[in-house]
């Protein structure tokens, strides 16, 4: 089956009733994103250098190819509206 090239869409809402559109989180942008961005999950992790705690998206790609991790390009965005993909990706 071809899926396209999937993304993963961002929104979010303070009662769940009610929901803000916001720009798309994540797109296929790198080789290792073949057939598009599938499923995954977001976490936070603390960061051991500065003690502070950072959302992740982990999320696999629909080749089944690989697991790659994204980042908030400024975690002091409410919103965390953009997101980046570091340079160690994919991680599996």
Known sequence: YKWGDMHWYHMR???LLHWEHLPVALAPDQPYD????????ATIVRNTTTGEDVPILQYSVACG????????????????????????????
């Open 13 to 15: 809402s303070a009662d």
């Open 65 to 92: 190819k690989a697991v790659i991790n994204a980042v908030p390009a400024d975690v002091t965005d409410p919103k965390l509206v953009e997101w980046v993909k570091p340079g160690y990706n994919p991680i599996i």
């Open 34 to 41: 073949c057939g598009g961005i599938f499923s995954g999950s």
